[in-house]
């Protein structure tokens, strides 16, 4: 996963693709580490465009997107926020969704 490092930057990576994955993470949370390979290992299998923001560094992507904890995985399919989890990241839920965009 590429990190991102502007609110705009990020537009522009969902704006040129169909279908992205984005990875919010915190520099201090350990369950953000700990979840990074498994999207990772998702995003590849998938072939997905992936990228990553860092919450502390990029704050006004943190309030566009109304991102309240770390790590929140957001789907997006023709632009539009289609799939949330935040917090506890449940992987069956999120290969289920990528597994039906994908198809579509």
Known sequence: MKIIDSF?????????HAFTLIYVSSENCSVCKAD?????RMTEDYQIPA?????????????????????VVLLYYNQ?????QA???????????????TNL
């Open 51 to 71: 990228y990553e923001i860092v919450a502390d560094q990029v704050p006004e992507a943190v309030g566009q997107l109304n991102l309240f904890t770390s790590p």
């Open 36 to 40: 990074h390979p498994i999207v990772q």
């Open 8 to 16: 705009d930057k990020l537009n522009e990576k969902i704006n040129a």
């Open 80 to 84: 539009k926020e289609v799939h949330r």
């Open 87 to 101: 917090r506890i990241i449940d992987f069956d839920e999120l290969q289920y969704r990528i597994e039906q965009i």
